[in-house]
């Protein structure tokens, strides 16, 4: 027996009606290819990695993990941080390939694989098997017991059923289907380490089973990460200290909405001031005669993130306008020369990050942001 989702009453559907709404015009809003798009996308994924590892303890700045996200050594993350960013993002980038076969299928090995990708950095958290013995949760603060794990004997049969319901048709909505996968990965804890993440990853696989939008648009890892306590909260609300699947996942489905709904409000406005800021950084490179490519450099910088001759080409990788170091650096000269980039750091911690002219575009297009109202949905 497994968790099963609530009835929804008529405030979840219409929550629920809000969301769908929001993937509608988030989809509208990606389906015309725009260059600006794939650095939206980049720092969606490298925020998703960021937000789901920090609420384990692995806690990274952006930049580093924008560079993990682009395939390249993170300047400042710890050894261990940066295996654990290093995994998810291996596992996400398999949950974006097989998301799209005809023939996939959720199994129990399929888990095990992603738990494998996630965590073989050491062999300690028994990559790719289910853990050996009891498992216990523990309060940070206090050292008090939060959950008790299922009972291991009946670890591999709740996993192969969580396989078999996620592979059934059912009129459920997707959004809350992948917020019972998540639930009930998580309240099983089948593995001795990477429990969180790897049902965070599972519920992002099932959203980009629905063919709507790419998980790196609409998964919730952000705002998990930084909502983190009342995560835990609700988790602990619903699991009651133990596994007990009959009990009320109503919670849980409830602050998932919310996490969805806010998440694609948030989505949206980033997507409204990329394009304009894009806009700006065209003009201005046209202005001054520079290289088109050079956007792609001026963005991140613009937006906050230092950029490196490493991940500057990784942009190019999948384009038809790849390019080599040589041409990476003369790019990097060229922007500082033209007074928008500043170069730091020495070697291989050499970075550029934007001069005052470059900043202003992004501070006004913030300045002109309209406060949006983004009360609790399910409040009073």
């Given at each position: 027996?497994?968790?099963?989702?609530?009835?929804?009453?008529?405030?979840?559907?219409?929550?629920?009606?809000?969301?769908?709404?929001?993937?509608t015009?988030?989809?509208?809003?990606?389906?015309?290819?725009?260059?600006?798009?794939g650095?939206?996308?980049?720092?969606?994924?490298?925020?998703?990695?960021?937000?789901s590892?920090?609420?384990?303890?692995?806690?990274?700045?952006?930049?580093?993990?924008?560079?993990?996200?682009?395939?390249?050594?993170?300047?400042?993350?710890g050894?261990?941080?940066?295996?654990?960013?290093?995994?998810?993002?291996e596992?996400?980038?398999?949950?974006?390939?097989?998301?799209?076969?005809?023939?996939?299928?959720?199994?129990?090995?399929?888990?095990?694989?992603?738990?494998?990708?996630m965590?073989?950095?050491?062999?300690?958290?028994?990559?790719?098997?289910?853990?050996?013995?009891?498992?216990?949760?523990?309060n940070?603060?206090?050292?008090?017991?939060?959950?008790?794990?299922?009972d291991?004997?009946?670890?591999?049969?709740?996993?192969r059923?969580?396989?078999?319901a996620l592979?059934?048709?059912?009129?459920?909505?997707?959004?809350?289907?992948?917020?019972?996968?998540?639930?009930?990965?998580?309240?099983?804890?089948?593995?001795?380490?990477g429990n969180?993440?790897?049902?965070?990853c599972?519920?992002?696989?099932?959203?980009a089973?629905?063919?709507?939008?790419?998980?790196?648009?609409m998964?919730?890892?952000?705002?998990?990460?930084?909502?983190?306590?009342?995560?835990?909260?609700?988790?602990?609300t619903?699991?009651?200290?133990?596994?007990?699947?009959?009990?009320?996942?109503?919670p849980w489905?409830?602050?998932?909405?919310?996490a969805?709904?806010?998440q694609?409000?948030?989505?949206?406005?980033?997507?409204?001031?990329?394009?304009?800021?894009?806009?700006?950084?065209?003009?201005?490179?046209?202005?001054?005669?520079?290289?088109?490519?050079?956007?792609?450099?001026?963005?991140?910088?613009?937006?906050?993130l230092?950029?490196?001759?490493?991940?500057?080409?990784?942009?190019?990788?999948?384009?038809s306008?790849?390019?080599?170091?040589?041409?990476?650096?003369?790019?990097?000269?060229?922007?500082?020369?033209?007074?928008?980039?500043?170069?730091?750091?020495?070697?291989?911690?050499?970075?550029?990050?934007?001069?005052?002219?470059?900043?202003?575009?992004?501070?006004?297009?913030?300045?002109?942001r309209?406060?949006?109202?983004?009360?609790?949905?399910?409040?009073?």
């Open positions: 027996m497994l968790f099963e989702p609530p009835d929804l009453d008529l405030r979840e559907l219409d929550v629920l009606d809000q969301v769908e709404e929001l993937k015009s988030l989809r509208h809003q990606l389906a015309e290819p725009r260059r600006w798009l650095s939206l996308r980049r720092v969606s994924l490298a925020r998703a990695i960021q937000g590892n920090s609420i384990e303890g692995y806690d990274a700045g952006l930049d580093d993990a924008m560079d993990i996200a682009a395939g390249e050594e993170p300047l400042d993350a050894e261990e941080t940066r295996l654990a960013l290093r995994g998810y993002r596992a996400m980038t398999y949950v974006l390939q097989v998301a799209e076969d005809d023939d996939f299928s959720f199994s129990d090995q399929l888990f095990k694989s992603l738990h494998y990708m965590t073989s950095y050491t062999l300690k958290n028994r990559p790719g098997r289910w853990r050996a013995g009891p498992i216990f949760v523990r940070d603060a206090t050292g008090d017991i939060v959950h008790e794990g299922a291991i004997d009946q670890v591999p049969a709740l996993m059923e969580l396989a078999t592979n059934e048709e059912r009129a459920c909505p997707d959004v809350v289907r992948g917020a019972m996968a998540h639930l009930n990965l998580v309240m099983v804890h089948p593995f001795r380490d969180g993440r790897m049902a965070r599972l519920q992002s696989l099932v959203l089973r629905s063919g709507v939008l790419s998980p790196v648009f998964s919730i890892e952000e705002y998990l990460g930084r909502n983190t306590q009342a995560y835990y909260d609700v988790l602990a619903v699991g009651g200290g133990s596994w007990r699947p009959e009990r009320d996942a109503r489905i409830r602050f998932t909405m919310t969805h709904l806010r694609a409000r948030t989505m949206l406005r980033r997507i409204r001031e990329s394009s304009r800021m894009w806009s700006e950084l065209e003009l201005l490179v046209e202005r001054r005669r520079l290289p088109e490519r050079s956007i792609m450099a001026l963005f991140d910088a613009m937006v906050g230092r950029v490196r001759n490493a991940t500057y080409r990784a942009y190019f990788q999948d384009t306008e790849e390019i080599t170091d040589a041409t990476a650096s003369r790019d990097l000269r060229t922007l500082v020369a033209a007074d928008l980039l500043e170069p730091t750091g020495e070697k291989r911690g050499r970075h550029y990050v934007a001069r005052p002219e470059l900043r202003e575009i992004y501070e006004n297009v913030v300045r002109s309209v406060p949006e109202d983004d009360p609790d949905p399910f409040a009073n």
